[in-house]
């Protein structure tokens, strides 16, 4: 796997303001997109997707977080850069 980039995610709500996560971002040599999540610097979970944007599969490492985590990774207007 290549890494082809990391954006880091403003992960805050009412109950945590502060917090952060990443994606690292990964293309494999079958061409699928395969991203890592992060929640501060712990493994949070993955997903890998084919050209088509198909999810191919995916996993969480705890199912302890609620699923408006998944929904703040996607959402473009979280995305705080890289520096």
């Known amino acids: 796997m290549k890494l082809i980039d990391r954006i880091m995610i403003d992960l805050g709500d009412r109950s945590v303001s502060n917090r952060l996560g990443h994606i690292s971002i990964y293309e494999k040599k079958n061409g699928n997109i395969y991203k890592t ?28 977080y609620h699923y408006s985590l998944d929904v703040m990774f996607e959402d473009k207007d979280r995305i705080l850069g890289w520096n």
């Open 37 to 64: 999540y992060f929640i501060e610097t712990r493994y949070f979970g993955f997903k890998e997707v084919d050209l088509s944007g198909k999810i191919i599969s995916s996993g969480r490492s705890s199912d302890d």
